[in-house]
């Protein structure tokens, strides 16, 4: 975290914080979000009892501020610490606990989960990007489990339980070479869900680049190519086929679930591909540093309500 992005007056002054993501969200001026009012119909209020960053809309009559319709909507958290968190959040490779962010930014631990909770939510990838790949492109797909399984113990009757995978939770991943990521939380892969996954978020003109699964070799006839690597037979790399982008991948995201957050319900687990697919589809190689990834980040706060009493649903 550089000195200049310390001192930066949005992580301190609650009026300066409003200003800037008012200019990130509202780039040609307010917007009433009951009425979509702007320009003279919409004015500051101003005055020691008024609340920081309110505006009135003379159409309506009704008051607001760029909080409503976005992650920020009921929060009576400042605004420069909802930065800082987002900022936090951005720049922390394997991520940032909650337990953290409650003593960094003076909140509740049950604030900060919930504040993080929040930002993972406006870092979701809607799409509106297109697919991964292209012509001339490689993507690579690969599938991972999470999670503590299943027990598994002896009895007189034999193995109770399942072994290995049992019980885990279920991830599949697309990796553009030198881009982006996508992942998906499965309840169960199979060659269906996978090409139904894989085809909707890759350009089937990119190619295809694999391991030996057998529910593979008919998703690739979808693709202008697709190339295996056989790991069972100790193959990780034949040119530039290789599945080693999406497994570094796989790497970072268990090394911050592990390290860093250590339990992850079922629930909430698409939220946190979400935030790794974020960083790593923003991160510093692509020319993003943590100042710029943070203004992404701030993009995507529009729309993404999340409340309370829902945030335990399935993400």
């Not at 605004?79 to 003076?106: D, E, P, T």
């Not at 992404?296 to 529009?302: E, F, H, Q, S, T």
Request: aromatic residues 10%; contains cysteine.
């Amino acid at each position: 975290m550089s000195k200049s992005v310390l001192d930066s007056k949005v992580f301190h002054d609650e009026a300066a914080a409003y200003r800037f993501v008012e200019a990130r969200i509202w780039p040609e001026g307010p917007i009433c979000p009951h009425c979509r009012a702007t320009g003279d119909r919409v004015k500051a209020l101003k005055g020691e009892s008024t609340r920081i960053g309110t505006y009135k809309c003379y159409g309506c009559r009704k008051p607001f501020t760029v909080k409503i319709g976005t992650i920020f909507e009921a929060s009576h958290v400042k605004m420069n610490l909802w930065l800082q968190a987002i900022y936090l959040m951005c720049c922390s490779k394997k991520g940032i606990s909650s337990n953290q962010l409650h003593r960094v930014l003076g909140v509740t631990l049950k604030t900060a989960w919930f504040m993080s909770h929040r930002i993972r939510e406006a870092m979701k990838d809607d799409g509106s990007t297109g697919p991964l790949g292209g012509d001339g492109e490689i993507v690579e797909a690969d599938e991972t489990f999470w999670g503590p399984g299943r027990a598994v113990f002896q009895t007189g009757r034999g193995w109770v339980g399942e072994r290995g995978t049992g019980g885990k939770m279920k991830v599949l991943t697309l990796v553009e070479r030198n881009g982006r990521a996508r992942s998906m939380k499965a309840e169960h892969i199979t060659a269906k869900q996978a090409k139904e996954f894989i085809t909707e978020n890759a350009d089937t003109a990119s190619r295809l680049v694999t391991d030996e699964a057998r529910m593979y070799p008919r998703i690739g006839k979808e693709f202008a190519g697709h190339e295996t690597v056989n790991h069972s037979r100790k193959e990780y790399a034949r040119g530039d086929v290789t599945t080693n982008t999406v497994e570094g991948y796989f790497s970072v995201f268990k090394r911050g679930m592990r390290g860093t957050y250590q339990h992850c319900g079922e629930n909430h687990l698409q939220r946190y591909l979400a935030e790794f697919d974020f960083r790593y589809s923003n991160r510093k190689a692509l020319g993003i540093d943590d100042v710029e990834r943070t203004k992404i980040a701030l993009d995507g706060v529009v729309g993404k309500r999340l409340t309370y009493e829902t945030i335990g649903e399935r993400a």
